[in-house]
């Protein structure tokens, strides 16, 4: 399968032939993404699939530095955007698109979905990082984890996770962590909403337990698996030849 | 922000020069920088690839080969970021001159040249000020080669153009890069308004020409010094 981009991409992989798939995983801070990644690895691994998984800021060439750009809080944030930006195409080129030519699944835990919302809350221009990030790979299922702020909130609560960047105290938006927490998680779900149509994410359901949701993306990506045996067996010379000849078929 | 496309409405000036290595920018951008603090301007100096916070990752990158066109532009788009922020518009707000050894033109032909798509570079770098005056140091290819073969024997991987694979030879590698860098600038010239300086002409004919433009954009923006002059 050729590779498409979300615009004009990567120069040196616009021809490139994917064998394999890459499965995105997104949805706020909180919501089990992590947890689903590692499960759906080990199914899919049983099943006899390669898989790699990758997530933000792991490329050999911009990790540490741009952890450490984050941490000093200096750093601005149209700045932070193409940082992540070259955190992704080191991760593409390199990574994810060989992986994805030699026939592996690909779980991304994160992709430039996030980053959209995040820094859209941050007031950079939507339009602007769009065309920034061209040359992503578009996925070939993006996964949603859909959930209310209010099972969010309870969950960060009880994962003691109310961080700073959780709950985006960057922006001032409340004087406490609960009160920052639900205004920047309620825009950041605004975001994704608004993103669900225009980039096509598949919503799942991220409410119940951990092996209800699990099940739940497995009957996403079976769909997916299946239709890419059926791609592959077509793209065969033999098959096309047996799918024309055999009417039963 | 008005962006590249627009003028900027700081109180401060920009100028930048732009030219293949060895075109004699840097030179150039040095005698007007001591002409201007001698005039009595606050000068703010500042030159491509020079992030404090961006700097190490793109060395890095270069020292293991690991940068691809892509990734090249990124991490210099990324440095010009957070140098435009965080040192560029800030002494444009305070009113002063800003003089840049290299400027967006400088990748607009360098990521062109090595393969990444003209309108995303522009599109990338939308958000940078305008300059009030760019210069173009236009020189010919063998002048160029011959001063730095005579200050700088070696050359390194990225600078030679060596990750385009135009030949094994850095030296012929460098020609054919810099070459095709040049047919990109002569492009800019007209879609960016480039004042074009002959870097071949004696140095002090080229200077005078240069002082003689800044002088009349800074009278026509209503600067003054902002101390005495020093004579």
């Keep these: 399968m050729k590779a498409t981009f979300l615009g004009t991409g990567i120069p040196s992989a616009l021809e490139a032939d994917l064998q394999g798939r890459l499965i995105v995983l997104e949805g706020p801070d909180c919501v089990g993404r992590t947890t689903q990644i590692r499960r759906l690895k080990d199914w899919l691994e049983n099943l006899g699939y390669g898989v790699v998984s990758t997530s933000l800021c792991r490329s050999e060439l911009a990790e540490a530095g741009l952890s450490k750009a984050k941490r000093g809080n200096q750093i601005g944030r149209r700045t932070l955007a193409l940082f992540y930006a070259t955190d992704l195409a080191d991760r593409l080129e390199r990574q994810i698109l060989p992986a994805l030519e030699s026939g592996f699944i690909v779980l991304a835990d994160r992709y430039v979905y996030t980053i959209f919302a995040r820094f859209a809350v941050r007031g950079i221009d939507p339009g602007w990082l769009r065309k920034a990030y061209a040359f992503a790979l578009r996925p070939h299922l993006t996964l949603y984890l859909e959930t209310s702020l209010e099972v969010l909130a309870e969950r960060a609560l009880m994962a003691e996770r109310l961080g700073f960047w959780e709950c985006g105290m960057d922006l001032s938006l409340a004087p406490d962590l609960y009160g920052s927490f639900i205004i920047y998680q309620k825009r950041m779900l605004q975001q994704f909403a608004k993103m669900t149509r225009e980039f096509g994410f598949e919503r799942v359901n991220a409410q119940g337990s951990i092996l209800t949701v699990h099940n739940r993306l497995r009957r996403k990506i079976r769909g997916l698996l299946d239709l890419m045996q059926t791609q592959e067996r077509a793209g065969t010379p033999d098959a096309l030849e047996q799918a024309s000849g055999q009417a039963e078929v | ?231």
């Excluded at chain 2, 390194?156 to 012929?172: I, N, R, T, V």
């Excluded at chain 2, 002082?211 to 004579?231: F, T, V």
């Design chain 2, 1 to 231: 922000m008005p962006g590249l496309s627009e003028a900027h409405d700081y109180p401060g000036m920009l100028i930048v020069v732009e030219g293949i290595d060895g075109s004699g920018k840097s030179t150039q951008l040095d005698l007007l920088r001591s002409w201007l603090i001698q005039e009595g301007y606050d000068v703010f100096f500042t030159e491509w690839n020079s992030s404090r916070l961006v700097k190490k990752t793109t060395k890095a990158g270069k020292n293991r080969q690991i940068l691809t066109p892509t990734t090249f532009c990124l991490i210099h788009c990324t440095d010009f970021s957070d140098r435009l922020e965080r040192t560029i518009v800030p002494p444009l707000q305070a009113g002063m001159v800003v003089l840049a050894d290299r400027y967006v033109y400088t990748a607009f032909c360098r990521d062109v040249v090595r393969g990444v798509e003209r309108q995303w570079v522009r599109d990338l770098y939308s958000f940078a000020v305008r300059p009030d005056i760019a210069f173009f140091f236009s020189v010919p290819l063998e002048t160029a080669i011959e001063r730095i073969f005579r200050g700088r024997p070696t050359l390194k991987y990225y600078e030679a153009g060596m990750d385009l694979g135009l030949s094994s030879d850095p030296a012929e590698s460098f020609r054919q890069f810099q070459s095709a860098i040049i047919s990109e600038y002569g492009r800019l010239v007209d879609e960016y308004n480039l004042e074009v300086v002959q870097g071949d002409r004696p140095i002090e004919n080229q200077q005078r020409r240069i002082r003689e433009m800044a002088e009349e954009r800074i009278a026509s923006k209503g600067m003054r010094p902002l101390r005495k002059r020093r004579r």
